[in-house]
Nanobody, 114 residues
Framework: VQLQASGGGLVQAGGSLRLSCAAS????????TSWYRQAPGKERELVST???????DYAASVKGRFTISRDDAKNTVYLQMNNLKPEDTAVYYC?????????WGQGTLVTVSS
């Protein structure tokens, strides 16, 4: 399974970005896709999770501002990020778990200026 993350960029505080994570290869219908982020000098943290059944979860710091969704026809999971804050600046990684395996995308940089 390959994960292609995209959509990062530079945005001013209060702005929005939408990240995409496109999966290809041997894809299972039962899966969990998550977005993680890692800011400079900090540990990687879980931002949001989406299961194939539609269950979602969010870190407290992004709840109400970020929305995770998917397009099954495109095998793509999105992270809509609104009202971005400078503390959201990080490299964002998508992660997919299916069966006993776990896969990571290459990361996309989000920079929020104040």
């Amino acid at each position: 399974v390959q994960l292609q993350a995209s959509g990062g960029g530079l945005v001013q505080a209060g702005g929005s970005l939408r990240l995409s994570c496109a999966a290809s290869g041997r894809i299972f219908s039962i899966n969990w896709t998550s977005w993680y982020r890692q800011a400079p000098g900090k540990e990687r943290e879980l931002v949001s999770t989406l299961s194939n059944t539609g269950y979602t979860d969010y870190a407290a710091s992004v709840k109400g501002r970020f929305t995770i969704s998917r397009d099954d026809a495109k095998n793509t999971v999105y992270l809509q990020m609104n009202n971005l804050k400078p503390e959201d600046t990080a490299v964002y990684y998508c992660n997919r778990r299916q069966g006993r395996d776990e896969y990571w995308g290459q990361g996309t940089l989000v920079t929020v200026s104040s």
